[in-house]
């Protein structure tokens, strides 16, 4: 069984940043590949970014390339989103999920476990 607990939510004005953690739990985390999504009311969830077992590939959704990092760190069974120059329509609840493969994916199916999420609100 694998959990994800992320954390690092809160409210912040445009231009801001925040990082967001997820911790994971289980001992394949290092073998698979991770993933951020996030879901705003009445929408549906929207891939963020992926990275790679490794953390040598990396995927971003063109909406969030240039202001958003994913990163992980295998040894604290942890995943990183660092969110700069944040925007109003970042707003939503963010999630991690643990993908079923080593390689970074940016379809949901291929990602078989998932957070809570955290909440991130951004204010004009």
């Known amino acids: 069984q694998v959990q994800l607990v992320e954390s690092g939510g809160g409210l912040v004005q445009a231009g801001g940043s925040l990082r967001l953690s997820c911790a994971a739990s289980g001992r394949t985390f290092s073998s698979k590949a991770m993933g951020w999504f996030r879901q705003a009311p009445g929408k549906e969830r929207e891939f963020v970014a992926a990275?790679?077992?490794?953390?040598?590939?990396?995927y971003y959704a063109d909406s969030v390339k240039g202001r958003f990092t994913i990163s992980r760190d295998n040894a604290k069974n942890t995943v990183y989103l660092q969110m700069n120059s944040l925007k109003p329509e970042d707003t939503a609840a963010y999630y991690c999920?643990?993908?079923?493969?080593?390689?970074?994916?940016?379809?949901?199916?291929?990602?078989?476990?998932w957070g809570q999420g955290t909440q991130v609100t951004v204010s004009s």
């Open positions: 990275i790679s077992w490794s953390g040598g590939s990396t």
């Open positions: 999920a643990r993908s079923g493969i080593m390689a970074a994916t940016t379809t949901p199916l291929r990602y078989d476990y």
